[in-house]
């Protein structure tokens, strides 16, 4: 589980370019996501965020917009209707991401990027 958050957090980083907004120095992301307060994933998911804020002080930062578990399926769906997908979508509508997702090219394709950086490619399931 560590190693995916460790990716997730890596692939959010490679995909700030088009997706970030500049504030004072600081490229800035909001990812609207689910595991926060009371959800069981918060316990792993936000320490990483935490810890990426650190570490990139001052260059990027992270903004975890709130949401329940129930709500964030719409909320992405909604986003992507706009084409203004956040740089981070946890799957889990499986029909959406092949119906709407891929035909409209509203993804990132990593496997460029991960047959350059095979150790990167090792932390993968």
């Known amino acids: 589980m560590k190693k995916f958050l460790a990716l997730v957090l890596a692939a959010i980083m490679l995909l700030s370019v088009a997706s970030f907004a500049a504030a004072e120095d600081v490229i800035s992301v909001t990812i609207p996501h689910y595991k926060t307060g009371e959800n069981v994933g918060a316990i792993f998911f936000l320490p990483q965020v935490a810890r990426f804020n650190a ?16 709500m964030y399926a719409d909320k992405i769906q909604q986003l992507g209707q706009q084409n203004k997908l956040p740089v981070l979508v946890e799957g889990g509508n499986t029909e959406w991401i ?5 035909p409209n090219n509203l993804f ?3 496997a ?7 150790e990167v490619a090792d932390l993968l399931i």
């Not at 930062?61 to 329940?68: R, S």
Request: no cysteine; charged share 30%; aromatic share 10%.
């Open 98 to 102: 092949k119906n709407v997702v891929i």
């Open 108 to 110: 990132t394709d990593m």
């Open 55 to 70: 570490l990139y002080e001052g260059k990027y930062h992270i903004e975890i917009e709130e949401l329940t578990q129930d």
């Open 112 to 118: 460029p990027f991960l047959a350059d950086h095979p």
